[in-house]
């Protein structure tokens, strides 16, 4: 079950959300919290239910043991730390995933690293780290959260009308990113990359293409769990922030997946030093940061080069770049444009050879190869066209001052509401005649 199934869109979204909001207990609304986690996992993952319960049960244990214990705390950690990466290594390395185990690995990580820093951030209450791994929204591809943060809206959950109807405009913007846009740029990428021959003018479409479907895709589940969340009376933080307009690979980094750079910040670049020791040593934690990101996405050799990549890249304006001038002038945005798309074939690709391929075609493939451009003119068509272009606008940071103006006032809010509704028949007739891949970043 996706978010922008039948079953969840009909059934499991309007039933649980009615159930939750209505209860007039806490303990109520907490097992409803915990029971539509489970049954939402089980949708997707049946098999997996024990696991995500043994991470409930093993990190409350150890979160427990971390408060009460006078010694062996670290060794405590460690251990526990060590076990919920092997756990993730070996399922990475067998290539069948349990559904979300790259995020409730992280967030229990997170939980047990947090209490041993202070003693306030654990609890006592088994449920509670229940409603920490199991909230549905994030369950499966975040955005990640600590538990302090979450904490509050165990019992208190900010449960409002306007904040209702702000979640459920924001889930349908997600879930018009994921039906419309990124399925349209999705045609296209796909279509380039299952080419055995390629010229350059299909490369640069499928490379540019498939950073349209991932952004949209990530992001448009991103916008959905927080809207869901919204729904729920819970804040979930932003993930992403017009990352192609970035005019450095740092900022890049600190517009995309923002909950996961966090997450490695606080959890293994703060640890190994930062940048308090130095230049060299700032580089070499970078280096292993980026490369612990690209494992994190998977353990074949291309997730590896492409985090690599990008750690390559922010090491030299680490060195190169200390005045943060490259952001302010207008090459850095291509500069920054042209690692990332590259980066994202390294990504996409299904295997080296096949980005070696991709790459050597965007830099010297002149020559049109006439299947090539057969492929591009039959997927081109004006409904093709109109959709990624929306979709390029969509990146820029358009909405927010639009949004900015309107702040407060009625008419504008009842004309979002009104689109909301279009846009929402809109997916609902894709829905009827499409089917659609699962989300990247669950795959993770």
């Not at 309007?14 to 919290?33: F, G, H, K, M, N």
């Not at 075609?361 to 959709?387: H, K, Q, S, W, Y």
Request: one cysteine or more; glycine letters at 8%; hydrophobic letters at 50%.
């Amino acid at each position: 079950m996706t978010f922008y199934s039948p079953v969840f869109l009909f059934a499991f979204l309007p039933v649980t959300a009615v159930l939750y909001r209505s209860a007039r207990s806490d303990s109520l609304r907490r097992a409803i919290w915990v029971l539509s986690g489970l049954a939402f996992y089980a949708f997707g993952d049946i098999r997996h239910v024990p696991l995500l319960l043994a991470f409930c049960a093993l990190h409350y244990g150890v979160g427990r043991f971390l408060r009460t214990a006078k010694k062996g705390k670290k060794p405590a950690l460690f251990a526990c730390v060590c076990f919920d990466l092997a756990v993730l290594f070996f399922y990475k390395s067998k290539g069948a995933l349990p559904l979300g185990i790259s995020v409730f690995t992280f967030q229990a990580i997170s939980y047990v690293a947090d209490v041993y820093q202070n003693l306030e951030n654990g609890t006592n209450d088994f449920w509670e780290v229940c409603q920490y791994l199991t909230f549905f929204p994030q369950l499966t591809a975040g955005p990640f959260a600590k538990f302090g943060a979450l904490r509050p809206y165990f019992t208190r959950p900010e449960l409002s009308w306007d904040d209702g109807a702000k979640g459920i405009r924001r889930f349908v913007c997600g879930l018009t990113k994921k039906l419309v846009l990124s399925a349209a740029a999705a045609k296209l990428s796909d279509a380039m990359f299952a080419l055995v021959q390629i010229d350059a003018l299909g490369a640069w479409l499928g490379a540019i293409s498939y950073c349209l479907q991932l952004y949209f895709d990530f992001s448009g589940y991103s916008d959905m769990a927080i809207g869901l969340g919204l729904l729920f009376g819970v804040r979930l933080p932003e993930n992403f922030n017009y990352p192609y307009t970035a005019g450095s690979v740092t900022e890049f980094w600190r517009r995309w997946h923002i909950s996961l750079s966090h997450w490695f910040r606080d959890y293994l670049y703060i640890p190994l030093g930062g940048s308090r020791k130095g230049t060299a040593r700032t580089v070499l934690n970078k280096l292993a940061v980026f490369l612990a990101t690209g494992l994190w996405h998977g353990t074949g050799l291309s997730f590896v080069f492409w985090g690599l990549w990008h750690g390559l890249f922010c090491s030299l304006e680490t060195v190169f770049d200390r005045k943060k001038t490259l952001s302010r002038h207008w090459y850095g945005h291509i500069y920054t444009l042209l690692v990332v798309i590259f980066g994202f074939v390294l990504f996409r690709a299904e295997s080296l050879p096949q980005a070696g391929v991709m790459l050597r075609a965007m830099l010297t493939g002149f020559a049109p190869i006439d299947a090539c451009r057969l492929m591009i003119r039959n997927l081109l068509t004006a409904r093709e066209v109109f959709f990624l272009l929306a979709g390029i606008f969509a990146c820029l940071p358009v909405w927010p001052k639009i949004r900015e103006k309107l702040e407060g006032k009625r008419a504008p809010e009842l004309l979002l509401d009104g689109v909301s509704v279009l846009a929402f028949l809109v997916c609902a007739a894709q829905l009827a005649s499409n089917s659609f891949q699962p989300f990247i970043y669950a795959g993770f």
